[in-house]
């Protein structure tokens, strides 16, 4: 099959210089990401062919050559042709994804680091207030136990790579320089496997569903994120493991809004105790409930705080603190002779009782004087 152009692939013109196609390659490859695409074949096709179209365009070397002969320039092994995960690549992933998701690559000798793998994660906000000790199944990839990651086959090891004699890298003369590049012969392990094993096939793992115990402690907060240290898929051929991280998204409470480590609640209370005073009772996430006093007087909108009856501060012995809003309720299906009463208290009030809205339409009366001027 006749590969496509690579600045087609990129979605770049030929012209285009090295921060046009570093953007034009972040595009494509959010796009086609295989944490993106779940069990997409073609999307994981794209994501390996754009990366190999900027391994080589984005090396000023290798595009020059790539430019004069096309892809001919990296056939029987010139230039250290496209398709692996090399150094272009690597910058470009570091750059996406940062310390998270691959930032940290694998160790010497060839050895592979795994993928990090993310996992979603919804709790309550109760639990994120008591915290959570939880189990939770991650399918990834475990070292083969047939092979015990090796790769090869019961009875057999590894060889050191012919072409580059076990380094991973091979070395051509250009002109004065000297250019280093991954072996294409074992792509950078620095040995080959003669005889593999078939449980693994040689990659040295397999895909198994893990069970894992899980933490969460007390006081995380929606966007917080727990990483799990070597509990991410294991690294080819006894490569060490990549990081599990778990993202936490806390759900809506139907009482309580959460303000980083306070919380608020919205309180109704009767006309009449807004307007003598009095104490009611409110719940706190603790599961227990807490005395307010309200003062005489109160409006709708008054807050009230509550110290040490919010979240708890991670890494701390302290809490934040609640706020009670009150919203002073309408009295509704009054009878008559409450109806009575208050026509009665409406009559000999007067608007002294009232002082918020008299201010209100006070000022009001003031405008539309200064109108009529």
């Given at each position: 099959m006749e590969k496509?152009?690579?600045?087609?692939?990129?979605?770049?013109?030929?012209?285009a210089d090295a921060a046009v196609l570093k953007k034009s390659y972040r595009k494509m490859a959010m796009k086609y990401h295989p944490d993106r695409n779940p069990g997409d074949d073609q999307a994981e096709a794209n994501f390996k062919e754009i990366n190999e179209a900027y391994e080589i365009l984005s090396d000023e070397q290798k595009r020059a050559a790539y430019d004069q002969?096309?892809?001919?320039?990296?056939?029987?092994?010139?230039?250290?042709?496209?398709?692996?995960?090399?150094?272009?690549?690597?910058?470009?992933?570091?750059?996406?994804?940062?310390?998270?998701?691959?930032?940290?690559?694998?160790g010497g000798g060839g050895q592979s680091r795994g993928s990090d793998l993310r996992y979603n994660m919804e709790i309550s906000l109760e639990e994120a207030y008591h915290g959570k000790e939880t189990e939770i199944q991650i399918p990834t990839s475990v070292q083969c136990d047939g092979c015990e990651g090796t790769g090869a086959a019961e009875g057999s090891t590894p060889v050191n790579c012919g072409t580059c004699q076990g380094h991973g890298k091979v070395r051509a003369q250009q002109g004065f320089f000297t250019i280093e590049r991954t072996c294409p012969a074992c792509n950078g392990q620095g040995r080959v496997i003669q005889n593999p094993c078939t449980k693994c096939h040689g990659e040295g793992r397999v895909n198994k569903e893990k069970t894992l115990s899980l933490n969460i402690p007390a006081g995380v907060d929606d966007g917080n994120r727990i990483r799990l240290s070597g509990e991410g898929e294991m690294g080819g051929r006894g490569g060490i493991p990549g990081d599990l991280y778990i993202f936490l998204s806390v759900s809506d409470h139907r009482i309580f809004q959460r303000d980083g480590q306070n919380l608020h609640c919205r309180v109704p209370i009767p006309m009449t105790t807004a307007t003598l005073g009095g104490d009611i009772e409110v719940p706190t996430l603790d599961g227990a409930r807490a005395k307010v006093t309200i003062t005489a007087g109160s409006q709708s909108?008054?807050?009230?705080?509550?110290?040490?009856?919010?979240?708890?501060?991670?890494?701390?012995?302290?809490?934040?603190?609640?706020?009670?809003?009150?919203?002073?309720?309408?009295?509704?299906?009054?009878?008559?002779?409450?109806?009575?009463?208050?026509?009665?208290?409406?009559?000999?009030?007067?608007?002294?009782?009232?002082?918020?809205?008299?201010?209100?339409?006070?000022?009001?009366?003031?405008?539309?004087?200064?109108?009529?001027?």
């Amino acid at each position: 099959m006749e590969k496509r152009d690579y600045y087609e692939i990129l979605g770049a013109a030929r012209d285009a210089d090295a921060a046009v196609l570093k953007k034009s390659y972040r595009k494509m490859a959010m796009k086609y990401h295989p944490d993106r695409n779940p069990g997409d074949d073609q999307a994981e096709a794209n994501f390996k062919e754009i990366n190999e179209a900027y391994e080589i365009l984005s090396d000023e070397q290798k595009r020059a050559a790539y430019d004069q002969y096309g892809h001919a320039a990296f056939e029987n092994g010139g230039m250290g042709g496209g398709g692996g995960m090399g150094g272009g690549f690597s910058d470009i992933f570091d750059d996406l994804f940062g310390d998270f998701m691959g930032g940290r690559r694998g160790g010497g000798g060839g050895q592979s680091r795994g993928s990090d793998l993310r996992y979603n994660m919804e709790i309550s906000l109760e639990e994120a207030y008591h915290g959570k000790e939880t189990e939770i199944q991650i399918p990834t990839s475990v070292q083969c136990d047939g092979c015990e990651g090796t790769g090869a086959a019961e009875g057999s090891t590894p060889v050191n790579c012919g072409t580059c004699q076990g380094h991973g890298k091979v070395r051509a003369q250009q002109g004065f320089f000297t250019i280093e590049r991954t072996c294409p012969a074992c792509n950078g392990q620095g040995r080959v496997i003669q005889n593999p094993c078939t449980k693994c096939h040689g990659e040295g793992r397999v895909n198994k569903e893990k069970t894992l115990s899980l933490n969460i402690p007390a006081g995380v907060d929606d966007g917080n994120r727990i990483r799990l240290s070597g509990e991410g898929e294991m690294g080819g051929r006894g490569g060490i493991p990549g990081d599990l991280y778990i993202f936490l998204s806390v759900s809506d409470h139907r009482i309580f809004q959460r303000d980083g480590q306070n919380l608020h609640c919205r309180v109704p209370i009767p006309m009449t105790t807004a307007t003598l005073g009095g104490d009611i009772e409110v719940p706190t996430l603790d599961g227990a409930r807490a005395k307010v006093t309200i003062t005489a007087g109160s409006q709708s909108g008054r807050k009230f705080r509550l110290r040490g009856k919010g979240m708890p501060i991670m890494s701390s012995a302290g809490h934040g603190d609640m706020y009670i809003h009150t919203i002073v309720e309408t009295p509704v299906n009054l009878t008559k002779r409450q109806k009575e009463l208050l026509r009665e208290f409406e009559e000999e009030g007067g608007g002294s009782h009232n002082p918020e809205s008299e201010g209100f339409f006070s000022r009001v009366k003031d405008f539309l004087a200064d109108l009529k001027e």
